[in-house]
């Protein structure tokens, strides 16, 4: 099974167990980290992800995984939340998170900078928009933005 397809397929089965649990999928990836292959899913819940959300995700999964014998190479199994550096990937996304601090990083360079921080104004005519902290805005590509973030402040 190729990995787009192992990932749906992944994806597929995690529609009722997230539902069960009451979380949401954020994303599900398929990685070679060195010599071990990862299978990452990532979830998340308004009022925060806890360790028995985790635990529950990963062994209704586990258990599914191995009924099905999907992946035929050994692999490590992890269930965790988006985190407080949250990426962010979707259109509703940058509805959702409109006026955080974020940060963007760009594949190439814009004005001789590869990474942004600001306040961010949303997806505006299919354009990623932030305000810096001097208030200039910024509009950004989805194609040249490399990572977009919640930015960690402290």
């Not at 990862?38 to 258990?63: H, P, Q």
């Not at 200039?136 to 990572?147: D, G, N, R, T, Y």
């Amino acid at each position: 099974m190729d990995k787009s397809t192992l990932i749906k397929t992944v994806k597929e089965i995690l529609v009722d167990i997230v539902n069960e649990y009451e979380v949401s999928l954020f994303d599900v990836e398929y990685v070679k980290e060195g010599k071990n292959y990862i299978l990452r899913v990532l979830i998340e819940k308004d009022t925060g992800i806890s360790i028995d959300d985790c635990t529950n995700v990963s062994r209704a999964l586990e258990k599914i995984l191995d009924e099905k014998d999907l992946i035929k190479t050994a692999y490590t199994l992890e269930v965790s939340s988006v985190g407080i550096d949250r990426p962010l990937r979707r259109d509703e996304d940058f509805t959702k998170y409109a006026g955080e601090i974020v940060d963007i990083k760009l594949y190439k360079a814009k004005d001789g900078e590869k990474l942004f921080q600001g306040e961010l104004k949303g997806l505006i005519d299919d354009k990623i928009v932030i305000i810096t902290d001097n208030k200039e805005e910024i509009s950004f590509e989805k194609s040249e933005v490399a990572s977009a973030k919640l930015a960690v402040i402290f």
